[in-house]
């Protein structure tokens, strides 16, 4: 399957502390996004890192890639509440589709 | 600004029913189009993409099909649903070359 792999497929942790999450795929990519989904809803493009970029800072989001490796990972520093959240990666691979990741449920709690 | 209009929010259908989902886009001209399927807690399956009008890629055969009349109007649909057709349907566009995807709401689509 192309889907990408994430884990842990779910998280709880206290407010204040580290999230981290894993991507692996199994293809060559053009670039690797994070999008983050609150229950019921769309999803919401979080950041993107390109194949030729190991590191990418958003705020308080940190993303790493390692293409020799295939895999990815997402840290969302001083947590809060409202993270709560189920986080998905994508890629693109030499065409115009995303495939996405099978998801991390976090749940930061208060 | 852009935005993307997806409905309904929610619907109920009976088995053997038809279907139709409309996603409008507006203030971009020739966005890339996406219909996505999301069982309940899990990933995002890609069932069909076009980039541009009429031109329709398929990820998945079953019983469910695409059509974009309009530049910024794809619409999903069925003749006959099947119990395993329910599930969260989005849209989505995006421009350009694999660059970030804006999503629609979603239409919490359940068949009885």
């Known amino acids: 399957s192309q889907q990408g792999e994430e884990d842990p497929q779910a998280l709880s942790i206290q407010e204040g502390e580290n999230a981290t999450m894993n991507c692996s795929y199994k293809?060559?990519?053009?670039?690797l996004q994070w999008y983050r989904q609150n229950s019921g809803r769309g999803l919401v493009h979080l950041i993107l890192?390109?194949?030729?970029?190991r590191e990418k800072h958003s705020g308080r989001l940190r993303v790493t890639l390692d293409t020799s490796k295939k895999s990815s990972s997402l840290l969302i520093t001083a947590s809060r509440a409202a993270d709560t959240a189920s986080y998905f990666c994508a890629f693109t691979s030499g065409t115009y589709k995303y495939i996405f990741g099978t998801g991390t449920r976090l749940k930061v709690l208060a | 600004s852009q935005t993307i209009h997806q409905w309904p929010a929610t619907l109920v259908q009976p088995v053997g029913s038809p279907l139709s989902l409309e996603c409008t886009v507006e203030?971009?001209?020739?966005?890339?189009l996406y219909w996505y399927r999301q069982a309940a807690g899990r990933g995002l399956q890609l069932l069909f993409y076009s980039v541009g009008i009429g031109q329709i890629s398929s990820e998945v055969p079953q019983n469910l099909s695409a059509s974009r009349p309009q530049d910024r109007q794809f619409i999903l649909s069925s003749k006959k649903l099947l119990l395993s057709d329910s599930g969260f349907y989005l849209c989505?566009?995006?421009?350009?070359?694999?660059?970030?995807?804006?999503f629609g709401s979603g239409t919490q689509l359940s068949v009885l």
């Open positions: 890192i390109r194949s030729n970029e």
């Open positions: 293809t060559s990519i053009n670039n």
């Open positions: 203030g971009t001209s020739n966005p890339n």
């Open positions: 989505a566009w995006s421009v350009g070359r694999v660059e970030k995807l804006f």
